[in-house]
């Protein structure tokens, strides 16, 4: 009689073991499983917004791209000096379009990008255009990030039609045709597109 109850307890025992590992195994699909679906949404997730950053950048270079640049907008210089537009821009300048209120990453990402093209393309022909109505906080700008070129604040004429798209964003200005040329929205997580821009331009207009 023990025998059988030895028996049966090892039959129970062994049923047991081997539930134990088909539920482990199946666990274990389960989380792979789980884990696949979760890795590719937080893809997909990523692939979206990059689309429809693109999308919006596309949409403000669109829009902005060949805007009429007038003659008689003003701008402010680091010592509070009124002046106008033709008198500052070089024709086939390289424009910065910023706000103090943007991403400071996307600002110090680009400006550190102009630094390396500073000689290529030459310091009197890039101009950082600003709405910031804060001197100071314009010159410490400028110090933090080393830059040499010049930076101005922008009427409520220019910012009319230089709008702040919540991004900064670069452009050529020609004093021939007065218009915004080769507008482009930098992108932070596609640092390659603002590198290949900028040695564009440098080819274009600068290079001879």
């Not at 008689?72 to 509070?80: F, K, L, R, S």
């Not at 930076?151 to 900064?168: G, H, Q, W």
């Not at 997580?189 to 207009?205: F, G, P, V």
Request: glycine fraction near 2%; hydrophobic fraction near 40%; proline fraction near 1%.
């Amino acid at each position: 009689m023990k025998k059988k109850e030895y028996i049966f307890v090892g039959l129970l025992i062994a049923l047991l073991v081997i539930s134990t590992i088909y539920s482990y195994i199946r666990y274990q699909r389960v989380y792979e499983v789980q884990s696949f679906l979760y890795d590719l949404k937080k893809k997909s997730d990523a692939t979206i917004e990059q689309l429809y950053t693109w999308k919006e950048c596309r949409f403000h270079e669109l829009s902005l791209n060949g805007k009429e640049i007038s003659t008689d907008w003003g701008v402010v210089d680091m010592q509070g000096n009124e002046k106008r537009f033709p008198s500052v821009m070089s024709d086939n300048t390289l424009v910065l379009r910023y706000s103090e209120m943007h991403c400071d990453v996307c600002i110090d990402s680009i400006v550190s990008k102009l630094n390396v093209y500073k000689d290529s393309i030459g310091l009197d022909n890039i101009v950082l255009l600003t709405s910031s109505k804060n001197l100071s906080y314009i010159r410490k700008f400028r110090k933090i990030n080393n830059i040499r070129f010049n930076v101005y604040k922008i009427d409520e004429a220019a910012e009319s039609i230089l709008l702040d798209i919540d991004m900064p964003y670069l452009f050529i200005y020609s004093s021939a045709n007065k218009r915004v040329n080769n507008m482009f929205v930098p992108q932070k997580e596609n640092a390659q597109l603002t590198n290949q821009y900028l040695h564009s331009i440098l080819m274009k207009y600068y290079t001879k």
